[in-house]
């Protein structure tokens, strides 16, 4: 039988089927695209961002040569070059301090400093809780008691209103910490060690160059204290800094890291008089933190810009947040973090939330938790060297007191946080965090259930 469609016919039912096909792509592709890009990447959806991140640390090609000068000159221990005293001048300059003693890491910074703010065994030292594990540790390591004052769930800082309550007639000093850049309100807590007679060392390990009120992190209290290690925003792998506008405290530090060796102001009848260890930097070091003075500040206005907006966008988004710094203060985001509430995103937890963001291609965590109920505070205070130095009594009231760090508690559970260097990426993957976050809210209910 012929066909019934005439070769006219053909072309006009084609061209209808096609209008046709095309009309339905028009009008279903969309519909299909569009419940593919809102599907949850945890659901197999399609990730928000795959194009990665920048990675880190970074160099050039540039440094070689300087890094190279140091292994040929056959001076690789600070006491026989120059190159550590030329990082300590730059440094000292760069954040705006009379001096700085390069330290082999940060941790060795909080030593010396504590040591020369004559912390000893036996005393306390109110600390903020919300930090890395080092900052407990020095306090542990001389010898005295880490007694956590709150933190301010609104900055993720030391909350200056809980310090009072917590001083005893053994504390001796104050260590707040700038944690992931964020500057501590520093005024209410240099007021309450004035009136106390108590030191401040700051723990400024993740925020160099950051601000307060004018003056940078690491020149508001006695002494301050840096780390360069890989992480950081001014890395050698290792490697750590205090600094400080009194020369009297400054030549303590240069003895006390250097064996106890004579320094400045520093000095007695022989030239090892004083107790000290071995908390040196070496050459390369410090040679490829010189390297990187103009880098920081190129990289911090970067990674500033770009946690700037983040902020404006997320602060838009209910269940999410944002931190507050102290007035006339700018932090340098050594973590970008918010705090989390489940309730606008249907109940789904944290972790998931945590989960499900990470399946975007939005790498983050939890941050710290409290670690001081994770056995290694109660090891130490359970050492005889603590029950020598501390009645049960106060080590009994002391661990009780856990227990009153609501604000902590509270933070440890509802921050999330992202890496510096997710903010060293284009202004465009900013939009993917948000994109991810607001992706994920709108099927809150879904992965609650699914996952
Ligand atoms: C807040 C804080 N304090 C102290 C330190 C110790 O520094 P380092 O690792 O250089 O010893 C770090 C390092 O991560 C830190 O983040």
Not at 363 to 371: K, S
């Amino acid at each position: 039988m012929k066909s019934p469609l005439t070769r006219r016919s053909f072309i006009r039912h084609a061209a209808a089927g096609s209008a046709a096909l095309t009309w339905l792509t028009a009008r279903q592709a969309p519909t299909l695209v569009a419940a593919e890009a809102t599907k949850p990447a945890l659901l197999g959806g399609t990730p928000v961002h795959t194009g990665g991140w920048p990675g880190w640390p970074t160099w050039r090609e540039s440094w070689e040569p300087a890094v190279l000068e140091v292994l040929r000159s056959r001076k690789w221990f600070r006491g026989s070059g120059e190159t550590v005293a030329r990082f300590e001048a730059a440094y000292a300059r760069l954040i705006g301090a009379k001096r700085c003693l390069a330290t082999a890491s940060g941790t060795t910074a909080l030593l010396v400093s504590l040591h020369v703010m004559d912390v000893d065994a036996g005393d306390e030292v109110i600390v903020s809780p919300f930090t890395f594990i080092a900052t407990y540790n020095a306090v542990l390591i001389s010898q005295a008691l880490p007694v956590f004052a709150d933190t301010d769930p609104a900055t993720l800082t030391l909350d200056p209103a809980s310090i009072e309550s917590r001083l005893t007639d053994r504390t001796r000093a104050i260590l707040p910490v700038h944690i992931y850049g964020l500057p501590c309100d520093m005024d209410p807590i240099n007021a309450i060690a004035r009136k106390h007679e108590l030191a401040v060392v700051e723990d400024a390990c993740q925020a160099w160059l950051a601000e307060y009120k004018g003056r940078q992190c690491g020149t508001l209290g006695d002494l301050g204290c840096f780390s360069f290690q890989e992480s950081k925003h001014l890395p050698a792998g290792e490697g750590g800094a205090v600094t400080g506008d009194r020369d009297d405290l400054l030549d303590r530090c240069q003895a006390f890291h250097n064996c106890g060796r004579a320094y400045g102001s520093f000095k007695g009848a022989r030239p090892y008089f004083t107790r000290g260890s071995n908390y040196r930097m070496q050459h390369f070091q410090a040679a490829i933190l010189l390297q990187q003075m103009d880098k920081l500040g190129v990289d911090t206005a970067h990674r500033r810009e770009n946690a700037d907006y983040l902020t404006a966008q997320l602060k838009q988004i209910p269940g999410i947040q944002t931190v507050r710094l102290p007035e006339n203060s700018r932090g340098v985001w050594h973590l970008y973090p918010f705090r989390y509430d489940a309730e606008p995103f249907h109940g789904l937890s944290r972790a998931k939330f945590i989960r499900a963001l990470n399946a975007e291609g939005i790498p983050c965590g939890g941050g710290y938790t409290e670690q001081y109920n994770d056995g290694l505070v109660d090891e130490a205070i359970a050492s005889r060297g603590f029950k020598r130095l501390f009645s049960a009594e106060r080590l009994k009231a002391y661990r009780d007191s856990f227990q009153e760090l609501k604000g902590n508690r509270l933070v440890c559970e509802t921050t999330v946080a992202m890496t510096q260097n997710l903010l060293l990426a284009p202004r465009s993957d900013m939009d993917h965090i948000v994109e991810a976050i607001r992706k994920i809210q709108a099927a809150g209910a879904e992965l609650a259930k699914a996952v």
